[in-house]
């Protein structure tokens, strides 16, 4: 299957800077790659993904860029604000549409 | 719409206990799915199914058993529970590539 592998495990930013996160996979024929945000007690809700044919996609403060050629793929957030504490996990496709994910990036945004 | 639905929230069961955590979706998606979530190591896939009548296994389906028993609903066994067992456990759901999350229960096993 895939292997995900994302890092730093743990950022801690001043708000107002930009945090990045980096995810390296494993199966070249992935094609889709999620990011999701997962806030304390909360269920994991999907932020921004990418498609193997894109090698950026943006949505106001955040933003996904995908190297297929070095497959990896990176989660840019600018202007951090405290409400963007929270564990961030990417994924990558694997077998058409099963999931595989990183294990996670916990954010800290200090005031 | 509910989305992905999930019970119960919490349970504790003491070694050897069997339970059944029950999810449902009403987005029509097809595939579902089973993860459980451990401190440091993400979400790691333990069952799912791509339609009604079909299930498979994920990444970690040792201990379990899972039930598509309608569209809607997609059912996750523990026939006799493990301290190894002790997580959170996550449904989701998908019609293309994006899941969608129930809220997820939280289980011990003592």
């Known amino acids: 299957g895939e292997n995900v592998e994302q890092h730093p495990s743990t950022l801690s930013v001043q708000e107002g800077d930009s945090a990045v996160i980096k995810c390296t996979y494993s199966?070249?024929?992935?094609?889709?790659f999620p990011w999701y945000k997962q806030e304390l007690g909360k269920r994991p809700q999907l932020i921004i993904d990418?498609?193997?044919?894109?090698g950026e996609k943006k949505d106001q403060r955040i933003a996904v860029t995908l190297n297929k050629t070095a497959k990896h793929f990176s989660l840019h957030i600018t202007e951090t604000q405290p409400e963007d504490s929270a564990v961030y996990f990417c994924?990558?496709?694997?077998?058409?549409?099963?999931?595989?994910f990183g294990a996670g990036t916990t954010v800290t945004v200090r005031a | 719409n509910a989305g992905v639905t999930q019970t119960p929230k919490f349970q504790v069961l003491k070694t050897g206990q069997s339970m059944t955590l029950q999810c449902a979706q009403d987005?029509?998606?097809?595939?579902m799915y089973w993860y459980r979530q451990d401190p440091g190591m993400g979400l790691r896939l333990i069952y799912y199914?791509?339609?009604?009548?079909?299930?498979d296994k994920g990444e970690v389906p040792n201990g379990y058993n899972v039930s598509r028993l309608n569209k809607r609903e997609f059912s996750l066994r523990l026939e006799s529970a493990a301290p190894s067992q002790t997580s959170v456990y996550f449904c989701?759901?998908?019609?293309?590539?994006?899941?969608?999350f129930g809220p997820g229960t939280r289980l011990t096993v003592l």
């Open positions: 994924a990558a496709t694997f077998n058409d549409y099963k999931l595989s």
């Open positions: 990418i498609r193997s044919n894109v």
């Open positions: 989701a759901s998908s019609v293309t590539n994006e899941q969608f």
């Open positions: 199914s791509a339609s009604e009548g079909t299930t």
């Open positions: 987005m029509n998606h097809n595939s």
């Open positions: 199966d070249s024929a992935s094609n889709y």
